[in-house]
């Protein structure tokens, strides 16, 4: 039983791309939202293929690798939000950090 119940806390949350900003979800019915205009910030990890949306406050919403459609949700944030991505590489003793910023479509 105690396996099972710590799976449950292991399973991803459900992220969605809405109108008002990004939503995160979890199996349990707790729900996080940051709006477009509150997000300050765009993180991306290549080790762990983390991304993280971060706002004023100072909270985050992470798609994981485990999550579908990474590229998809890393470009429709960037797109939306046209905020520049810090790309991190590397190991904790050795990282190489840039920041990229944001060039339109044409």
Do not use: C, Q
């Not at 349990?28 to 983390?50: A, D, Q």
């Not at 991304?51 to 909270?59: E, M, Y």
């Amino acid at each position: 039983m105690a396996v099972l119940a710590a799976l449950a806390f292991t399973i991803p949350p459900v992220l969605v791309i809405d109108v008002d900003g990004v939503i995160s979800r979890t199996w349990f019915g707790h729900e996080k939202k940051i709006r477009w205009e509150n997000i300050v910030s765009l993180h991306y990890h290549f080790g762990n293929k983390y991304f993280t949306v971060r706002d004023r406050d100072g909270r985050t919403i992470v798609h994981t690798a485990f999550h579908v459609e990474g590229k998809w949700f890393r470009d429709s944030v960037r797109e939306r939000t046209r905020l520049p991505m810090t790309i991190t590489r590397g190991s904790i003793l050795k990282r190489d950090t840039i920041e990229l910023p944001y060039i339109g479509r044409k």
